[in-house]
């Protein structure tokens, strides 16, 4: 009977997993209007802008037209959006301050806006801070590890 069991849990067993395309994962980040990355039903949707730097005159870095658009959309494999959502979990985002403080004195960074939202499993979390908040060592170690996931997926279709 014992032998029974074991062969039919072996047998069953790989049919009950769920593909990691089938989690409802989403991810949206935004900084600036320069980069932005979507991820949404297994497709990253990545965009970002490099500035002309050959133009002449020295193109002013205010000006959104000095930047030429970069945008490629990809196709995620499993073990990406696995990647994806293990980055989720280890960042602990859902668990993040939605708001974070300022810094006493006005600088030039409070125009520059970033907005990060993640949706897992019917979760939802959105941050949005500017260049002048006090962000949270933890919070700047998650924002920079999903910029080099992504980065990085990026870069490996590019090969």
């Known amino acids: 009977m014992k032998n029974f069991l074991w062969i039919a849990i072996t047998l069953v067993l790989p049919f009950l997993t769920v593909p990691a395309s089938a989690i409802d994962l989403g991810v949206s980040y935004d900084h600036a ?3 932005q990355i979507n991820v949404q039903t297994g497709h990253l949707r990545f965009v970002w802008h490099t500035l002309r730097k050959y133009d ?3 193109p002013a870095l205010q000006d959104i037209s000095s930047y ?3 945008e490629v959309d990809i196709w995620l494999t499993d073990s990406e959006i ?3 959502s293990q980055w989720m979990k280890n960042s602990k985002v859902f668990d993040l301050p939605a708001t ?8 030039y960074g409070s125009a520059f806006q970033t907005k990060l939202t993640v949706t897992l499993q019917g979760r939802k ?4 801070w500017d260049g002048d908040n006090l962000l949270t060592e933890e919070f700047r170690k998650a924002e920079i590890d999903f910029l080099r996931l992504c980065e990085g997926i990026r ?3 590019d090969k």
């Open 125 to 128: 979390r959105s941050v949005a």
């Open 82 to 84: 696995d990647a994806i």
């Open 68 to 70: 030429d658009r970069h």
């Open 100 to 107: 974070f403080p300022s810094k006493a004195n006005q600088t």
């Open 56 to 58: 002449k005159p020295t």
């Open 155 to 157: 870069k490996d279709r």
């Open 33 to 35: 209007g320069l980069t």
